[in-house]
């Protein structure tokens, strides 16, 4: 997983897009997917805003699609860390663990001190 972007996503315009909301871009995408072949899908969209993280998903039938399901969830970094060890998401992915990894690798990132110009 070398790109944030994957499946039908490929920026956050199409985030937008695909739920149908008009949201700024936040200041850092970790993980935007969306899968949708078909008859049935799912989206996953985990981002930081400051120095808090929100992570929404939606999934859709042949009945409808994304729009309306744009509800993301606001996590500190500790426990977006907590919550993606805790559950088993991505199932999905070829290899959830290591999109799971990937991210939190990403989340961990955030705490790390960033060289500035002096």
Known sequence: ????????FSSWSDVCSYFDIEVAEPDQVL??????PDYEGYADVIYRVGDR???AHGSHCSCYGLE???APIEYSQQELAEAL???HYFYYA???DAV???ILRRVS???QPQLGHA
Request: aromatic content about 18%; hydrophobic content about 30%; charged content about 30%.
């Open 1 to 8: 997983m070398s790109d944030v972007y994957s499946g039908d």
């Open 94 to 96: 070829e290899n959830s």
């Open 53 to 55: 993280f929100y992570w």
């Open 85 to 87: 060890l805790r559950g």
């Open 109 to 111: 990132a955030e705490s």
């Open 100 to 102: 799971r990894d990937e």
């Open 68 to 70: 309306d399901q744009w």
């Open 31 to 36: 993980y935007a997917v969306c899968d949708c």
